[in-house]
């Protein structure tokens, strides 16, 4: 009996400790986790800016539409379809 537990102790204690470096929540497995975790952050990290970058190129876009567009009434005169173009004269 003597013998006993501490050979059960042991041998759970051998038991945990394998968990902890071959098991579902092991260090290395956690390491790998963690290095996956950064990996995917930093890939965000650039998708969102190549979104970002997109989005204002597309409201330069508009922006530059409107702006050929103004000037294009303005300096040329240019009408729309079922527009009436009145010019004033000073």
């Given amino acids: 009996m003597n013998r006993i537990i501490p ?3 042991i041998g759970l204690l051998v038991l945990f400790q394998a968990q ?9 497995n ?8 950064d990996n995917q952050l930093t ?6 800016a190549a979104n970002d970058q997109l989005a204002a190129e597309v ?8 702006m050929v567009e103004e000037k ?3 300096e ?5 379809p ?9």
């Fill in 7 to 9: 050979a059960i102790l």
């Fill in 20 to 28: 902890l470096w071959r098991g579902r929540g092991s260090v290395p």
């Fill in 30 to 37: 956690v390491q790998q986790m963690q290095r996956n975790l």
């Fill in 43 to 48: 890939k965000n990290t650039n998708a969102k």
């Fill in 59 to 66: 409201g330069d876009l508009k922006e530059g539409l409107e």
């Fill in 72 to 74: 294009a009434r303005s």
């Fill in 76 to 80: 040329l005169g240019m009408v729309k």
């Fill in 82 to 90: 079922n527009e009436i173009f009145v010019q004033v004269t000073r």
